[in-house]
């Protein structure tokens, strides 16, 4: 599978994905270990990407994305941003009406296909 499918499979698979450095119980940069601490906060699962694990995907995704930087926080297909942006939402309660109205549909989806 050529490396900008398994990007758009990815997006679309998983209504909530961080694309990072490590894993959120053990991240390898701070703005990963921010961007995960606050993602852990919201309450709902998420998926994540360990770029570290995927050189071809930390090279592809800031072209694909047009966003140069990780982590970056993707939500039912839309890029949401990098560590400012998710930091900043979650501080005005922005960001946990997006993740939490996400999982919902992400349940609703899952229930519906049983």
Known sequence: ME?????????SENPILLYMKGSPKLPSCGFSSQAAQVMISCGEPFAYVDILQNP?????????????????????????????????MFQ???????????????????????
Do not use: S
């Not at 490396?3 to 997006?11: A, C, N, P, R, S």
């Not at 995704?61 to 926080?73: E, G, I, S």
């Open 3 to 11: 490396t900008l499918d398994k990007i758009k499979q990815q997006i």
């Open 56 to 88: 071809d995907i930390r090279a592809e995704l800031p072209k694909y994305a047009d966003w140069p930087t990780f982590p970056q926080l993707w939500v039912e297909g839309e890029l949401i941003g990098g560590c400012d942006i998710i930091m900043e």
């Open 92 to 114: 005005q309660g922005e960001l946990q009406p997006i993740i939490k109205e996400a999982a919902a549909r992400a349940q609703q989806a899952a229930g519906d296909a049983e």
